[in-house]
C-alpha cells in the first residue's frame, strides 16, 4: 500500500474493570511469566497500529504506566465516570484514537495474534466493524476492529438509551461478522483466551514456560 494512502490503525487496550474473579489485584498489571498482562498486549499490538490507548480509571495509570515502563508510548484515556462497562471504555478510548479505524482488544488477552488483528483492520475497511465470531458463542467484541468516529458515536447512544451490553452499539453500525471458517483459517483460538482468574494466569505461565 502507498504511504499516502495508508489509514492511521489505533489500538485500544480496554482495562477499566475490577478484576473481581482475580481477587483484590488489577489482572491488567498481574505478571505473566516475568511480563504484565498488558505489557503483552501492548507490545503485541505495537507492530501493526500507529499509536496505542489506554482506557483505565484514574488511579489505574501509574502502575499500569509502570508495568509498560520501557515500552512503546502509549496515551491514556480516563473514565470519566467510572464503572459504566467495557462499552463505556471504549467509547471513552475511541474519542481519544487518532486513527480513523481502532483495534479494541482486553488488557487480559495476552496472547492476541497480530496477524490476526491486522487481517481485520484489512476486513473492516470500508465498513465501521469487523467482528470475529466463533460458531456457538457470542460476538468477540473486546478483539475487533471499528471505525473509531462511527463506534463511539452509537456506544453514546447505547449509554443514553440504558444499554449496557458491549453488543449494542454493532447493531447500529455497518458491521461485518468474520466467522469461524474464516477465523480458523488465519489464527489459532488462543488470540481470544481471557485471563480472568488465578488459575486462568497459571495455566497461560505453564505454557508460556514450557
Ligand atoms: N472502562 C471500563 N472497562 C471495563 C469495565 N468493566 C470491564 N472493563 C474492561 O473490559 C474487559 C473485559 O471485562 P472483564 O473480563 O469482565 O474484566 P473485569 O470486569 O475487570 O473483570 P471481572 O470483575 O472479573 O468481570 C477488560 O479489559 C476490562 O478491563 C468498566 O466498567 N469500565
Ligand atoms: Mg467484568
Known amino acids: 500500500m502507498h504511504p499516502e494512502t495508508r489509514t492511521e490503525r489505533t ?10 474473579r482475580f481477587g483484590d489485584q488489577d489482572k491488567a498489571v498481574a505478571d505473566l511469566a516475568g511480563t504484565p498482562m498488558i505489557r503483552r498486549v501492548v ?18 495509570v501509574s502502575p499500569i504506566d509502570a508495568a509498560l515502563e520501557g515500552g512503546p508510548d502509549v496515551s491514556f484515556a480516563i473514565d470519566p465516570v467510572p464503572d459504566r462497562g467495557p462499552m463505556a471504555g471504549i467509547m471513552t478510548g475511541l ?3 487518532t486513527g480513523e479505524y481502532a483495534v479494541v482488544v482486553a488488557c487480559d488477552m495476552p496472547f492476541v495474534d497480530p496477524d490476526f488483528v491486522d487481517y481485520l483492520f484489512d476486513r473492516a475497511a470500508g465498513h465501521d466493524a469487523a467482528v470475529p ?3 456457538d458463542q457470542w460476538f468477540q467484541t473486546t478483539q475487533a476492529v471499528y471505525r473509531a468516529a462511527p463506534m463511539a458515536a452509537a ?14 452499539p454493532l447493531f447500529d453500525l455497518d458491521y461485518i461478522v468474520v466467522d469461524e471458517d474464516e477465523i480458523r483459517e488465519r489464527a ?12 486462568e ?7 508460556l514456560e514450557d
Open 188 to 199: 489459532t483460538l488462543e488470540t481470544f483466551e481471557n485471563v480472568n482468574t488465578h488459575d
Open 95 to 97: 474519542r481519544e484514537a
Open 133 to 135: 465470531r466463533l460458531d
Open 43 to 60: 507490545d503485541r499490538l505495537e507492530p501493526i497500529v500507529d499509536e496505542i490507548v489506554v482506557n483505565c480509571r484514574d488511579e489505574q
Open 155 to 168: 456506544c453514546e447512544r447505547a449509554l443514553e438509551r440504558d444499554e449496557r451490553k458491549i453488543i449494542e
Open 11 to 20: 489500538g485500544l487496550v480496554l482495562a477499566g474493570g475490577h478484576s473481581t
Open 201 to 207: 494466569l497459571e495455566a497461560a505461565a505453564r505454557r
